[in-house]
């Protein structure tokens, strides 16, 4: 049982990549609008000739 | 991709035409046929032609397109090209792109999404369109060397999107970077929970089955490690906002759920010290997620409300034409000042209230009166800012602009009555504070008990009440029971904003109710008509050559009458048309007007009774003998008068608040069956704030209205509610937004929100119930903090779980 040592504190660091992954996401504006990209999902990408980039980050 | 438009071209079963572009009923407006298809107007013609040029029929394809006519304004948007436009809107990237964000009107649903986003293709130049539907805000880029903005704007004006330019950029950017940290911090708190939680499990099973002290150890300080950057990061807020009310020498909710986060993490950390004792650390972290949770829906709610003003101001026009000697230039609204001499061409908004110099023309008021029927304007009469010119060019002397201008002070008026609006107090609030300090008291006094007995088990027992009372249940009873009706209650048509209003609406108090587009339909019908109907392509051929209201409801009541053609149409400014349809005379129009013009009154119109004083008369005089009569008037919905009984039936006191005539507003509400006194006609929408804010004192006020004129008295009552087909201003200062059109919802919204309140009171009495055995048996010394740290969440499980269950918004329930 001892592997518990090593393995809970690499999950904890996979945890905390992910935090991470998260925060720089919702930093960055991809949660701000929820129903659009939905929305946009659906239709084809015809006619869009710049696809639509999500806000600048800040 | 199909580029045709034969499917949506149909024959209904009733031989009905639909409009090929809107698909609603082609026969009602000014049926236009083009390329073989039919619409019901030019706006829709225009559309389609656009759709069709640039190949993207596909639109015709998209399920989720609703029916919705195109309503263009047919500017020029020429100011849009003006240096001062551009220096206030419009930002230039370095890659010599140009991009501006605007405000559009008439966006609704996804098939919008997908034509916005297709600028490009539409519009040669256009780099990017990027529509944020839920707030029907669209960031454009476009290359300034091959496209002027303007012909962006028109091409967006004519698919039935006018845009305006987005003036609360600045205060939107603010209220993102803090809806981007609260989300910040809810995923955090999260994760950590989630961990937490996990390892707090493996703790649990092994006091049961039995697990190695080192292990046990290890875990206590990987939760203690996990749940610390939980207190310092997201759980931070509680303790701020703690502090702040203590220092202000007040008991809010924050002050106890910091309390009990502080004494479970310093308990729980000494425990993991001396290596004895329970940690608290799993619950702790629920809690700080759960509470950022509830806090972030309700604080999502709220936003629409900010934004009201802002719109607003986006209605009103960027630039003016300033005369100048003989010449006329453009300049920005900013720059006009009082004595300056404006020119207003047809189809502009006047940019700032004065009296008309040279020039007879009418103007739509409907921005400011929600009058819907054009008003004749003439040298000496006072105009406003946001009002549109329909007719003729007008010279207009500025007397005030800008912020003091009508629509200035008007828009001030949303902003003050939506600060001065009553904060109603939820009752978990209230409760709050006495729970507070009760819990404290008892926790000192069940210290004191133990005390002598055993210092150790006093202080044990006296931790295990606080952790076991902790309010998480109280605290999540009102936004859980709110956030799942809200939910509910949008699948039904009802947009619900404000947490409070549900609490306000299951009460008793005033309700005001907007009449034109609110109790009635808002358009104008022919009503009565008496006279030979022979006469009918007569007057058709008359009406054909007006946009007046009453020419279109004459051609919307006969549709199987097929017009004659006229000669020599002249039509007068709040008078009538008068003209030779197949060699005689014919006049149609004010009783005034056209008796001044005849000779005669037929015996037949003579005897006719007086017409019932909510119609607006108009008389059709042949050769001069006056030989017909018709009655124009707002239709009311047909479920009006049931919601009024079933108001009055419920405890509100109904009164009419309008703009229209009071004569009209009185007959209505004799239909209606309310009391003269409590009708109320002619109201600006000053006084209609004034009205509001004065029945505040006497306790809740409700405002039902549509238009922009009710705005302020929308944002102004206690809970404010916009009807769908209303102006944007209106839906964005509202707490509610009833989306399917008319009232009909209204006694819905009312039975919901007593059955949400029901819910909220049930889980109050719920979180209460377990806190009232859990202090109990704390005091009694029965329970120690472990066994609390288990008994605290059951409170809330059982709050969400009954929440979850309840009825609040249903097809059956109403």
């Known amino acids: 049982m001892s592997v518990l040592f090593v393995l809970v504190p690499l999950a904890i660091l996979l945890v905390a990549i992910f935090v991470g992954a998260y925060v720089w996401s919702s930093r960055s504006g991809q949660f701000d609008d929820l129903t659009t990209p939905a929305m946009r999902a659906v239709h084809d990408d015809e006619g869009v000739s710049v696809p639509p980039q999500p806000p600048e980050a800040r | 991709m199909s580029t045709t438009l034969s499917p949506e071209f149909t024959l209904g079963a009733a031989e009905q035409l639909t409009c090929a572009h809107c698909g609603l009923e082609a026969a009602s407006g000014d049926t236009r046929v083009s390329a ?3 619409y019901c107007c030019a706006g829709c013609e225009t559309a389609a032609s656009i759709i069709k040029q640039s190949g993207l029929g596909g639109f015709y394809a998209l399920p989720e397109r609703r029916p919705v006519r195109v309503s263009a304004s047919g500017r020029s948007y020429v100011e849009f090209d003006h240096e001062a436009f551009a220096a206030a809107h419009v930002r230039y990237a370095a890659d010599g792109l140009a991009e501006a964000t605007f405000y559009l009107e008439g966006v609704h649903c996804a098939s919008c999404v997908w034509l916005v986003e297709r600028m490009p293709m539409i519009v ?73 939680m996990t390892i707090a499990l493996a703790l649990y099973s092994g006091v049961f089955s039995g697990m190695e002290r080192e292990f046990e150890r290890y875990f206590r300080w990987l939760s203690f490690v996990l749940v610390t950057p939980a207190i310092i990061w997201p759980g931070r807020v509680f303790f701020t906002s703690a502090w702040q009310a203590l220092k202000n020498k007040r008991l809010h909710m924050d002050v106890p759920i910091a309390l009990a986060l502080a004494v479970g993490y310093v308990q729980g950390a000494v425990n993991t010290l001396r290596d004895n004792g329970p940690i608290y650390f799993d619950a702790v972290a629920t809690l700080i997620f759960l509470l950022l949770v509830g806090r972030f829906l309700q604080h999502r709610a709220q936003r629409g409300a900010a934004d009201s003003a802002a719109l607003l101001g986006a209605l009103a026009p960027v630039t003016a034409r300033l005369v100048d000697g003989d010449t006329v230039k453009e300049v920005p609204t900013e720059a006009i000042l009082p004595g300056m001499l404006l020119e207003v061409r047809p189809g502009d908004t006047l940019a700032a209230d004065g009296v008309v110099e040279r020039g007879h023309s009418s103007l739509d008021l409907a921005l400011l009166t929600g009058e819907s029927r054009p008003v004749s304007i003439r040298e000496g009469e006072q105009v406003f800012a946001g009002t ?63 005390w002598k007995t055993d210092m150790y088990f006093a202080i044990d027992s006296a931790i295990a009440l606080l952790v076991v009372t ?128 005849t000779a005669a009154v037929s015996e037949e119109v003579q005897s006719l009774s007086v017409l019932e004083a909510r119609l607006t008369p108009v008389l059709i005089a042949l050769d001069g003998v006056v030989v017909a009569r018709a009655g124009f008037g707002d239709p009311l919905r047909p479920s009006a008068k049931r919601l009024i009984s079933q108001l009055g039936a419920a405890g509100w006191e109904v009164r009419l608040l309008s703009g229209d005539a009071p004569s009209v507003v009185q007959a209505v509400a004799s239909t209606l069956g309310i009391p003269a006194s409590q009708a109320e006609g002619g109201a600006s929408p000053e006084r209609k704030r004034a009205a509001v804010a004065a029945a505040r004192e006497h306790g809740a006020v409700v405002m039902v209205g549509d238009g922009v004129n009710d705005a302020a008295a929308i944002a102004g009552a206690t809970v404010g509610i916009a009807v769908r087909g209303g102006a944007e201003a209106s839906m964005a200062a509202a707490d509610v937004y009833l989306a399917r059109g008319g009232v009909e919802a209204l006694p819905e919204l009312m039975a919901g929100a007593k059955r949400t309140t ?9 979180a209460l119930g377990y806190n009232a055995i859990g202090v109990t048996m704390a005091m009694m010394g029965i329970i120690d903090p472990l066994f609390a740290a288990v008994l605290m969440p059951l409170g809330s499980v059982t709050v969400i779980l009954a929440t979850w269950r309840a009825r609040t918004f249903t097809a059956e329930a109403t």
């Open chain 2, 470 to 597: 902790c309010p998480c249940a109280l605290a999540i009873a009102t936004p859980m029971a709110f956030t799942v009706a809200v939910g509910r209650a949008a699948t039904r048509g009802i947009l619900i904003k404000g947490a409070h209003s549900l609490e306000t609406l299951t009460g008793r108090g005033i309700i005001f109710l907007d009449k034109t587009g609110t109790l009635t339909e808002g358009r104008m019908v022919l009503e009565a008509y008496d006279g030979p109907s022979e006469l009918r392509p007569w007057v058709l051929a008359l009406e054909k050559t007006s946009r007046h209201p009453v020419a279109s409801a004459f051609a919307a009541a006969w549709p199987d009458v097929s017009a004659m053609e006229p000669e020599l149409v002249e039509e007068t400014l709040g008078g009538g048309l008068e003209g030779r349809v197949a060699g005689h005379s014919l006049v149609v129009g004010r009783p005034e007007w056209v008796l001044a013009r």
């Open chain 2, 124 to 196: 040669p130049g256009a780099v990017r369109a990027e529509l944020d539907v839920t707030r029907a805000v669209a960031r454009l880029a476009w290359d300034p060397q091959q496209v002027a903005l303007s012909a962006l704007a028109q091409a967006l004006d004519q698919l039935g999107y006018p845009p305006h330019p987005f003036r609360g950029l600045r205060a939107d950017e603010v209220r993102k970077a803090e809806e981007r940290k609260q989300l910040t911090r809810i995923g955090v708190a999260a994760a950590i929970a989630g961990n937490v």
């Open chain 2, 388 to 450: 549109v010119n329909l007719s003729a060019p007008l010279r207009v002397r500025v007397e005030e602009a800008g912020i003091t201008s009508r629509l200035g002070r008007l828009l001030r008026d949303v902003e003050e009555g939506a600060r001065e609006r009553p904060s109603v107090v939820l009752l978990a609030d209230r409760i709050a504070g006495h729970f507070i300090a009760v819990i404290l008291v008892l926790a000192v006094v069940t210290a004191g008990i133990w």
């Open chain 2, 36 to 38: 073989g298809a039919v």
């Open chain 2, 758 to 766: 029901n819910v909220i009171h049930r889980n109050m009495v719920v």
